[in-house]
């Protein structure tokens, strides 16, 4: 990464903090959950106000950062998130991570909505990301390294962070929310996986498949924040069930369940 790229994060960072603030938990918002999670006393800036930022266009997400507090902790939010199949460079995606950093957040739950591949999940079930799988062929680190973010190889061994896990579970248990646990698979997109490349998927140890979230976990690894993953079971994958996958169908899921989503993640950011 050149300096002109650092200059662009850091300018980014000056802008939402000027109208938002500084933050020490970072929260991204996937498919159908933009409107799942409100702060209190919010301070909101959009996208496009913010000096060469993207701007999302996938359906089901706004583009919008907001801040505010959250179980008496500050908390930047993302409505809407960038993904390779819009177009946007490695770089890009994972913007938004490396301006939270600047911005003071430790800790990043990130997120999304997904296709099942385990057989014994259903439709409307939340996993926790236990681990992932980059089968994009990309990686939003390939470029020169910024040594002031973090190394050149970054340890990626704990991609997710096992004592921020093992607070999910325990707050999901005295919820009585059901949270399933696997490894989420990223493919690239937009089109949905075919029934071989599932089968493909669960040979390999996928438990769930999406187009998002892996390059925001590698580059909040990269510059040391902390990383809880929670996933959304929209849909299942491709050949499970007989019939065809819909984006509208990922959308009407993630609302469905927004009630026990938005309580597990209130629950565990005031926990932390």
Not at 76 to 94: L, N, P
Not at 179 to 205: D, H, N, Q
Not at 222 to 232: A, D, K, Q
Request: proline share 5%.
């Amino acid at each position: 990464m050149s300096q002109a790229s650092y200059d662009r994060i850091v300018k980014a960072a000056d802008a939402i903090r000027e109208v938002c603030g500084e933050a020490e938990i970072g929260l991204i918002l996937g498919s159908g959950l933009s409107d799942s999670v409100t702060l209190e006393d919010p301070k909101v800036i959009a996208y496009q106000d913010i000096p060469d930022f993207p701007v999302s266009t996938a359906i089901g997400h706004k583009s919008e950062w907001v801040s505010g507090t959250l179980g008496g902790k500050r908390v930047c939010m993302m409505r809407g998130r960038f993904h390779y199949y819009e177009g946007w460079t490695g770089e890009d995606i994972v913007l938004p991570v490396r301006v939270m950093k600047l911005l003071g957040v430790k800790t990043l739950i990130v997120t999304n909505a997904a296709g099942g591949v385990n057989l014994g999940f259903t439709p409307g079930d939340l996993m926790l990301i236990t681990d992932v799988i980059n089968y994009s062929g990309v990686n939003p680190l390939i470029g020169p390294n910024i040594d002031e973010f973090g190394p050149r190889f970054p340890d990626m061994s704990r991609a997710l962070d096992p004592a921020l896990g093992e607070l999910a579970r325990s707050c999901a248990r005295r919820m009585g929310i059901t949270l399933r646990e696997g490894v989420y698979m990223w493919f690239s997109g937009p089109s949905y996986e075919t029934p071989a490349e599932i089968r493909m998927a669960r040979v390999l140890g996928a438990d769930a498949v999406g187009m998002s979230t892996v390059p925001e976990i590698i580059a909040a690894r990269h510059c040391g924040i902390n990383v809880l993953g929670i996933t959304c079971i929209t849909n299942m994958a491709a050949g499970i069930l007989d019939q065809p996958l819909s984006h509208t169908e990922v959308l009407e899921t993630g609302k469905r369940v927004q009630a026990d989503f938005t309580a597990l993640i209130r629950r565990v950011v005031r926990e932390m």
